[in-house]
């Protein structure tokens, strides 16, 4: 049996199997962010469990907060050089009600979708590092870092309280 290559073989087709890989991931791999979020009742999204600092709502609000600050530097790299801004965690832990944690879902989801178009269109540099030494295909990693981290956070907080 004849073995086919699945190694890129050119600049392009690299560039390509990158932003593919990048989009996969940023959307959360085997574990999709977005359905995660929107299986989370909201009910329990404001529960803090002994020890932790943050609900599910925190967490959130803090994913959103960073991933905002570096769709922000990918939108426009120049002006938007401090990518380490303050941490942000939200000080009320509960949503109000269920359209909000709808609503900041929906948030989160149109700011991914932003970001992935960005990494998406061929037309967008990943690698020319900026002003603040970094690039956008570092912007992305760190959105995918980062959200993945919390995610997980969540998904164990979920878990104690009984949403899964």
């Not at 600050?69 to 941490?87: G, H, R, Y």
């Not at 000080?91 to 709808?102: C, G």
């Amino acid at each position: 049996m004849e073995r086919i290559s699945t190694t890129p073989q050119t600049a392009k087709q690299i560039d390509s199997l990158v932003r593919e890989q990048l989009v996969e991931l940023l959307q959360g791999g085997f574990a999709p962010n977005v359905i995660l979020l929107r299986e989370f009742d909201y009910r329990k999204a404001g529960i803090m469990l002994d020890g932790l600092h943050f609900s599910a709502w925190v967490l959130l609000g803090h994913i959103r907060a960073r991933q905002q600050t570096l769709l922000s530097f990918m939108k426009s790299p120049e002006q938007n050089i401090d990518v380490w801004p303050d941490a942000h965690w939200p000080e009320n832990h509960v949503p109000e009600s269920e359209q909000e944690w709808n609503r900041a879902i929906d948030a989160y989801e149109r700011e991914l979708d932003e970001m992935i178009a960005l990494v998406k269109d061929p037309n967008t540099n990943l690698f020319e590092v900026h002003g603040n030494g970094k690039t956008l295909s570092w912007a992305a990693m760190t959105t995918l870092h980062h959200t993945g981290y919390h995610i997980g956070q969540l998904k164990t907080v979920g878990r104690q309280v009984g949403v899964w």
